[in-house]
């Protein structure tokens, strides 16, 4: 019997992950496949918030390790119970929270204003590896962001500037949460214009999206179930 990190991998929750896991990923290769690409390029982050640091040592032992976080509290306890797996923030971040997130985050995926660039580069600093950085933007028409922050399109070529000029940042490209109850296609037709933007004045940015697969997956509930209480 296999066991990583005191979880064995046949308990029975590490059977429902690894059967989440398994329909997720035959998702991703069916869509891959309609749409002429190749699963390669795509970084299935398995989200965990409210989850325990438990699941992501099954995650890491099925093979997947990246894993996303929206709380800086809750990601800084788990990231130093599995400092194994690469941890993504992707929740709205506060200027005084930088320093935490830089401490343990491969990648920052909603930064939508110039204070934060500011400050993650201080903070990242010291890192032995560039901290990599997702410019999210505001698809909501009507610049509302759903409450989930972004920045509006017409203010990410500028922001994206600021991370690309800053040394201790990895401008990795942009990234954005589809607006509740609108139709997706619109507003992922609109970031991919913005992203292009983007590419066009940083090839250096464009070519490591294009290395490093443009396309990051950001998946919860499908693979570890329901949670106990709404966290946005
Ligand atoms: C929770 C969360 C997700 C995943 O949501 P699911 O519906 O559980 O797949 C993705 N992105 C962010 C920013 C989140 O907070």
Partial sequence: MVTVSGVSARDPRS???????????????????????????????AVTKTFPAADVHRLLALGLADVGENRDQEARAKAAAASA???????????NKCRSVAGYATAVHSVDRPVLVEALARAAADR?????VFV???????GQGGGRGGAAPAAVPELAALVAAAGPLRLRGGMAVAPLGADPDPAYARLA??????????PA???AAVRHGSTHLRI???LLGGRAAPVR
């Fill in 220 to 222: 919860g509930t499908a």
């Fill in 85 to 95: 797996a690469r941890w993504h923030f992707l929740g709205r971040l506060q200027r």
């Fill in 205 to 207: 940015a464009a070519e």
């Fill in 15 to 45: 059977v429902e992950i690894a059967a989440n896991l398994a329909a997720v990923r035959q998702r991703i290769d069916r869509a891959c496949a309609a749409a002429g690409r190749s699963p390669d390029e795509i970084t299935l982050i």
């Fill in 128 to 132: 032995p590896a560039p901290l990599d």
């Fill in 193 to 202: 214009e913005v992203a292009g933007e983007v590419a066009a004045a940083h």
């Fill in 136 to 142: 999210q933007v505001d698809l909501d028409p009507a």
